[in-house]
């Protein structure tokens, strides 16, 4: 076969699944690109983009079948994209990839709503990670977290959402003073209420919520960009 007959056969070949990429630096865009394109021959690379707002626009304009995020995006990293992403979309598996160390980003990422990751430094193994996800919806566990299929972070990320949404002003006060390190009495101090009364009403935010100490609550709270910083 001749090398015109093999960009025929490589342009004509089936393919059955389009991937966006999202990476800051251009060099590594075009060679993972150019790599998975040849080690995976039914994909097609639909939209790459080198900047999140990129991103989102290329996504929102064109469908995928699969988003590839690199971690490491400038001022919003690859864990706050997954969030936008995945808050906007209940279908697109999303994989995160890394230089640094996977535990620095297994479990933001998996709460984020991605649904794999894995390290820059192995490509065979990126393209088995993004084979599986594309077949079966989710990735491996990584560093002993597991990862949750699209449909599902997409609910939870919903829920979560809404109810951040509802908090009132003086719940939400109580959320950054909690979140300030201060205890019920301190707090009760402060605002001139009992104590008793300060911890019921975080017992009806958590209900609220839906998550089942103060520390997942103001975990959820700032996660959600509701703080005032």
Same mark, same amino acid.
């Given at each position: 076969?001749?090398?015109? %007959?093999?960009?025929?056969?490589?342009?004509?070949? /089936?393919?059955? !699944? @389009?991937?966006?990429?999202?990476?800051?630096?251009?060099?590594?865009?075009?060679?993972? *690109? @150019?790599? =998975?394109?040849?080690?995976? &021959?039914?994909?097609?690379?639909?939209? *790459?983009?080198?900047?999140?707002?990129?991103?989102? /626009?290329?996504?929102?304009?064109?469908?995928?079948?699969?988003?590839?995020?690199?971690?490491?995006?400038?001022?919003?990293?690859? #864990?706050?994209?997954?969030?936008?992403?995945?808050?906007?979309?209940?279908?697109?598996?999303?994989?995160?990839?890394?230089?640094?160390?996977?535990?620095?980003?297994?479990?933001? =990422?998996?709460?984020?709503?991605?649904?794999?990751?894995?390290?820059?430094?192995? &490509?065979? #193994?990126? *393209?088995?990670?993004?084979?599986?996800? =594309?077949?079966?919806? #989710?990735?491996?566990? #990584?560093?002993?977290?597991?990862?949750?299929?699209?449909? /599902?972070?997409?609910?939870? =990320? +919903?829920?979560? %959402?809404?109810?951040?949404?509802?908090?009132?002003?003086?719940?939400?006060?109580?959320?950054?003073?909690? *979140? /300030?390190?201060?205890? @019920?009495?301190?707090?009760?101090?402060?605002?001139?209420? +009992?104590?008793?009364?300060?911890?019921?009403?975080?017992?009806?935010?958590? +209900?609220?919520?839906?998550? @089942?100490?103060?520390?997942?609550?103001? !975990?959820?709270?700032?996660?959600?960009?509701?703080?005032?910083?």
């Amino acid at each position: 076969m001749t090398g015109q %007959q093999a960009d025929a056969a490589y342009h004509n070949r /089936q393919v059955s !699944a @389009s991937i966006g990429i999202v990476d800051n630096d251009p060099w590594a865009l075009n060679a993972l *690109a @150019s790599f =998975l394109t040849h080690a995976m &021959p039914d994909i097609r690379i639909r939209w *790459a983009a080198r900047c999140p707002q990129q991103a989102l /626009q290329l996504f929102t304009a064109n469908s995928v079948d699969a988003v590839i995020v690199d971690m490491s995006l400038g001022d919003i990293d690859g #864990v706050a994209l997954t969030k936008e992403i995945r808050l906007r979309d209940s279908h697109t598996p999303i994989m995160g990839i890394t230089a640094f160390p996977l535990e620095d980003y297994a479990k933001p =990422l998996a709460q984020a709503g991605a649904q794999a990751l894995v390290g820059k430094d192995d &490509p065979g #193994v990126m *393209a088995g990670v993004l084979r599986q996800m =594309l077949n079966n919806g #989710v990735g491996q566990t #990584v560093c002993g977290i597991p990862f949750e299929s699209a449909q /599902q972070a997409f609910r939870r =990320l +919903s829920r979560r %959402q809404q109810s951040t949404d509802t908090l009132t002003a003086k719940e939400k006060q109580l959320i950054e003073l909690c *979140a /300030q390190g201060k205890t @019920s009495e301190c707090i009760a101090r402060e605002l001139n209420l +009992s104590a008793a009364t300060v911890n019921n009403r975080f017992a009806r935010i958590c +209900s609220k919520m839906g998550v @089942s100490n103060r520390m997942q609550m103001v !975990a959820s709270y700032l996660t959600d960009g509701r703080a005032k910083h």
